[in-house]
């Protein structure tokens, strides 16, 4: 039996729920069970998927491997408060991912560091490069492609385009379909060239993954009898949207459901462009297409995570019983190819594309949404950021604190 109270839409009464979660990843599980469990509150979720937990959504596959459905997700923070919170929910097991760059069959550690050094350019070649990053910036301190392109010196110049051209420059082009150039500069920034011996993919001080999978930590985070889920419904379907006025700019004043005006809370975490029917055109984000293959071999790689940034038109294949611990012995690995997000009925929009223009975009329809006193968007979607999932889990619990304050 599922902890889950999952109810039919359709059947339900909304007026007699104190709150409207809109989406139930990470953010939405989170408001859901703190104004339950802390607040007391009758809170209805509405799910567009027909299961919780949002891209963190993972299952045992028919070759009997636990995937992540929706690309790999690792666990980590450095927020006492959301390391502390999450262990409510899940047994945690202990974790530091580490990817490797697949370079012409050679594997180097991401982020680029002193090891990935020696095996790029021999110990000697790398010693007076890290001698000169060292000299330059310290030891242990990590330094953006863009600050190491900056540098006039001849030697760290030259190492600067080797780790543009063979760890960044296509691996974005694959990603973002741009150059490194063309993305915020806080894209690449999230995997910096790292001087030091840490091969880690994270230097957070918590390192962790929920011991039977995220389904199940969400179905915890989820089992209070003030939280009812109801599945396959998009909020765009149920939701009576009533403007201050006519024009295009005009603001959102209140939402009706089920043709009577609701005053509680209403957290909504999904894209406000779709939301708002696109009245101002679409808001641009990148999706990606999944490629599962299962081997009759215990491991095929190294480590979790392996990015192809020389070639290849995947961007990285990740290994889930790296992640997962699972032992069996069989594998199931998962290839990620990028693409734009086109068809919002079929495919997934999973990273924004921050720009200024897109910003800009995104701002406009927050706009919106300033003439009510209880609609909230938040979240990667809703905001139009690249959140990790630590940093939403402690939103959330900041948007919870608040509303429970008043
Ligand atoms: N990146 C890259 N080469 C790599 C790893 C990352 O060029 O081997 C760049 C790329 O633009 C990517 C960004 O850094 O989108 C952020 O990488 P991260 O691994 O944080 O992406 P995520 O896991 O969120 O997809």
Redesign the pocket.
């Known amino acids: 039996m599922s902890k889950v109270n999952y109810i039919d839409f359709h059947k339900t009464k909304v007026a007699d729920y104190d709150a409207i979660v809109v989406g139930c990843g990470f953010t939405g599980a989170t408001v859901a069970e703190q104004l339950a469990n802390r607040g007391n509150k009758r809170v209805l979720i509405i799910e567009k998927r027909s299961h919780i937990g949002g891209n963190m959504y993972d299952e045992t596959n028919k070759d009997g491997v636990l995937i992540h459905n929706y690309g790999p997700h690792i666990f980590h923070t450095s927020i006492p408060r959301v390391a502390g919170y999450i262990v409510n929910f899940s047994k945690m097991r202990p974790y530091e991912h580490r990817?490797k760059?697949n370079w012409y069959g050679t594997y180097f550690p991401?982020p680029f560091n002193k090891t990935s050094m020696e095996i790029a350019f021999g110990k000697e070649r790398a010693n007076e490069l890290i001698h000169k990053l060292i000299q330059k910036f310290g030891d242990e301190v990590k330094v953006t492609i863009n600050e190491l392109r900056e540098q006039n010196d001849k030697d760290l110049s030259k190492l600067a385009d080797f780790v543009y051209e063979n760890?960044?420059l296509h691996?974005?082009m694959k990603?973002?379909g741009v150059t490194?150039e063309e993305?915020d500069p806080t894209?690449?920034a999230?995997?910096p060239v790292f001087i030091s011996r840490d091969d880690r993919y994270f230097q957070d001080t918590t390192q962790f993954m929920p011991i039977d999978g995220y389904t199940p930590l969400f179905e915890n985070m989820l089992s209070s009898d003030n939280i009812d889920v109801a599945l396959n419904i998009e909020a765009e379907s149920v939701f009576g949207l009533h403007f201050e006025g006519p024009a295009q700019e005009d603001k959102l004043e209140y939402i009706t459901v089920q043709y009577k005006k609701f005053d509680g809370p209403i957290i909504f975490t999904g894209p406000l462009d779709e939301l708002f029917l696109w009245r101002f055109g679409r808001l641009p984000y990148r999706s990606l297409d999944f490629k599962f293959e299962t081997k009759d071999e215990e491991y095929v790689l190294p480590c979790g995570t392996v990015?192809y940034?020389v070639n290849e038109d995947y961007t990285r294949i990740t290994e889930f019983k790296h992640l997962t611990g699972q032992k069996c012995k069989n594998t199931t690995i998962m290839k990620e190819y990028s693409r734009d997000y086109e068809d919002v009925k079929n495919q997934i929009p999973y990273?924004a594309i921050i720009n200024k223009k897109n910003n800009k975009l995104h701002a406009q329809y927050m706009n919106l949404v300033g003439g009510t006193h209880n609609f909230y968007a938040i979240g990667r979607l809703a905001e139009y950021k690249?959140y990790n999932m630590d940093q939403i889990i402690d939103r959330a619990l900041s948007l919870s604190d608040e509303l429970l304050e008043n």
């Open positions: 990817v760059a991401v760890v960044f691996y974005t990603q973002w490194p993305v894209v690449t999230r995997v990015n940034t990273y690249y």
